[in-house]
C-alpha cells in the first residue's frame, strides 16, 4: 500500500515566522511530488512542485525534496495570517499509475 | 483561459437516490480526475478520464461511475446513494504530460448531503 504521510496538527506559528510542513512517502520509485493548499471550504490550489532532489523556491515557499529519505517538506517564509490553511502533499508513484497518492494534510494556523 | 467549473455547488439527497455532478475542464486539458473529500479528510481519487476512457480508478463501488466527452467534459453519477456518500465531490483537470499529470487544477466542487 502506497502511503504519504503529514502530521495533521494543528502546527500554530507567529506571523512573520518560518512555517515548516513535512511529508514522508513510502513508494521509493516516487517520480513527482506536489504541495496543495486548501482553504476552509474551498478546494484545493497547487502552490509548488518539485521533481528533482534539492530545493526550489517561488516567492515565499520553497520546496524541499529527499529522496534518499524519502521525504518532502514545504518551507513558507515570512508567514501571513492569509497562508492559515490546510495543506496537502501529493505524490505521483509514475508509470502507468495515473493516481496520484495524497496525504490527509496539516492545518496551518499563523497568528498575527 | 477558462477554468473548472462544477455543478451543482450544493444538494441534498436522500438515501437510495442517484446523482450526476458535471465538470467543465480547464482550456486545453485533455483529462480529469474526480476525488471525493469528506470533512478533515485528504481528497480520496475516484477515477480518472482520458479521451472519454477511465484510465485509473480508487477503491470505489461501481455505483460511482463516469463518462467523458469530447470536448473533455465529464460527469460523475452514484447510484444507490448512501449516507456515507456525503461529502464534496472535487473535480480536476489536467494536461496528460507525464509526470506533470500531478498538477491538478481543481474546480469549487458539489457538495452533496445524504439524508
Known amino acids: 500500500q502506497k502511503e504519504v504521510e503529514q502530521n495533521s496538527g494543528p502546527l500554530s506559528v507567529p506571523e512573520g515566522a518560518i512555517a515548516s510542513l513535512n511529508c514522508t512517502y513510502s513508494d521509493r520509485g516516487s517520480q513527482s511530488f506536489f504541495w496543495y493548499r486548501q482553504y476552509s471550504g474551498k478546494s484545493p490550489e497547487l502552490i509548488m512542485f518539485?521533481?528533482s532532489n534539492g530545493d526550489k523556491e517561488d516567492g515565499r515557499f520553497t520546496a524541499q525534496l529527499n529522496k534518499a529519505s524519502q521525504y518532502v517538506s514545504l518551507l513558507i517564509r515570512d508567514s501571513q495570517p492569509s497562508d492559515s490553511a490546510t495543506y496537502l502533499c501529493?505524490?505521483?508513484?509514475?508509470?502507468?499509475?495515473?493516481?496520484?497518492?495524497w496525504g490527509l494534510g496539516t492545518s496551518l494556523a499563523v497568528n498575527p | 483561459e477558462t477554468g473548472v467549473t462544477q455543478s451543482p455547488t450544493h444538494l441534498i439527497k436522500t438515501r437510495g437516490q442517484q446523482v450526476t455532478l458535471r465538470c467543465s475542464s480547464q482550456s486545453g486539458h485533455n483529462t480529469v480526475s474526480w476525488y471525493q473529500q469528506a470533512l478533515g479528510q485528504g481528497p480520496q481519487f475516484i477515477f480518472q478520464?482520458?479521451?472519454?476512457?477511465?484510465?485509473g480508478r480508487g477503491n470505489f463501488p461501481p455505483r460511482f461511475s463516469g463518462l467523458q466527452f469530447p470536448n473533455y467534459s465529464s460527469e460523475l453519477n452514484v447510484n444507490a446513494l448512501e449516507l456515507d456518500d456525503s461529502a464534496l465531490y472535487l473535480c480536476?483537470?489536467?494536461?496528460?504530460?507525464?509526470?506533470?499529470?500531478?498538477?491538478?487544477?481543481f474546480g469549487e466542487g458539489s457538495r452533496l448531503t445524504v439524508l
Open positions: 518539485i521533481y
Open positions: 480536476a483537470s489536467s494536461a496528460r504530460q507525464g509526470a506533470r499529470t500531478g498538477e491538478l487544477f
Open positions: 478520464y482520458y479521451r472519454e476512457e477511465e484510465n
Open positions: 501529493a505524490v505521483f508513484p509514475g508509470g502507468n499509475n495515473r493516481k496520484l497518492i
